[in-house]
């Protein structure tokens, strides 16, 4: 004897209600991350308004929230720490909100380009972009009016313009460690250092370089 056909229709439900539940659970999970997120970076911007050092790190941001330049607009900033999040960019705007700030750490993010407008920034004194996707070296660094130190290392950086490098106003530091440099780059960089100090990986040897005559 077959089975009531009507039971295909109660697995299906009870399979549609399943699935239900577990996108709901999953859903009520994101939400509860997202509220300790936002917690977070509340409680972070509290407390930089009594230290003037506004540290956002580790925070999940894909971008710089519109309300911590709001929570932030009565304080001036001396340090931001941005580092181990996803952030892909930051806005033309951060310059002008956060124009005090002498320490700035974009590190461990997914960015690969950097605002013109952070030029404007004439307090500026140490930059980390390490860890990112960058895949040349922002030309807006050499325009930092007092940028004493650019920590660049661990990016996929092949393109750096060492006459703007050469003019970089007050650079004393450049890390460009471990980034696929192209071997003439390379040596640029390496006469450039009678300049500046520049730290670099030991050069890749090119493939015609290794041949044998």
Not at 129 to 139: C, G, Q, Y
Request: with cysteine.
């Amino acid at each position: 004897m077959k089975p009531p056909a009507y039971n295909n229709s109660e697995d299906q439900v009870q399979q549609i209600s399943q699935e239900q539940g577990e996108r709901n659970v999953a859903m009520a999970v994101c939400v509860q991350l997202a509220g300790r997120a936002i917690i977070r970076v509340v409680s972070r911007c509290e407390e930089a308004q009594d230290n003037c050092q506004l540290d956002l790190s580790e925070c999940q941001l894909m971008q710089v929230p519109d309300a911590v330049y709001h929570l932030m607009r009565h304080t001036e900033l001396k340090s931001c720490d941005l580092s181990g999040n996803v952030i892909t960019k930051i806005p033309p705007k951060f310059a002008v909100k956060f124009s005090l700030i002498s320490e700035l750490n974009l590190s461990h993010n997914q960015m690969s380009k950097l605002p013109e407008e952070l030029s404007e920034l004439q307090a500026l004194e140490r930059l980390d972009i390490s860890h990112n996707a960058f895949i040349a070296l922002p030309m807006v660094t050499c325009r930092i009016p007092q940028l004493k130190r650019l920590l660049a290392n661990n990016n996929s950086i092949i393109e750096v313009d060492v006459e703007l490098l050469r003019h970089a106003p007050q650079l004393e530091l450049v890390d460009l460690r471990d980034n696929p440099l192209p071997s003439r780059t390379h040596d640029h960089l390496q006469n450039l250092s009678m300049r500046l100090k520049i730290e670099l990986s030991p050069r890749q040897r090119e493939e015609w370089e290794d041949l044998s005559v």
